[in-house]
């Protein structure tokens, strides 16, 4: 799996599924991607680009966490698109998880 993010800047910070034998401590593409735009200060998300296999039969989606991590660091305006390669989906955040808590950022 990988992900990237793409900035109010205009840049692109990649990230990658990050296993461990533990599954609890694995890193979702999504939340590294995410979590490099910020230590970078490469600007607010503004993309989140999913690249996945599919989840039984259907274009994978970033998990809860993934979700609630774009919410405080990106807001609800974050759009989220979701690929296989062949199939492509796009929503915005506020449409995939409306009621996720989170201060929305100025």
């Not at 503004?46 to 296999?53: F, N, Y």
Request: charged share 20%; aromatic share 2%.
């Amino acid at each position: 799996m990988g992900a990237a993010i793409q900035t109010e800047t205009g840049e692109t910070v990649p990230g990658f599924l990050i296993e461990n034998i533990s599954l609890g401590l694995s890193m979702c593409a999504e939340r590294v991607a995410l979590y490099s735009a910020v230590t970078q200060s490469a600007g607010k998300p503004k993309v989140l680009v999913l690249h996945a296999p599919k989840t039984d039969g259907e274009v994978t989606w970033p998990c809860g966490a993934c979700l609630q991590v774009a919410r405080e660091i990106a807001g609800p305006d974050l759009t989220v698109i979701a690929t296989n390669g062949k199939e492509t989906r796009t929503a915005k955040l506020s449409d995939l998880a409306p009621s996720l808590p989170g201060k929305d950022k100025a």
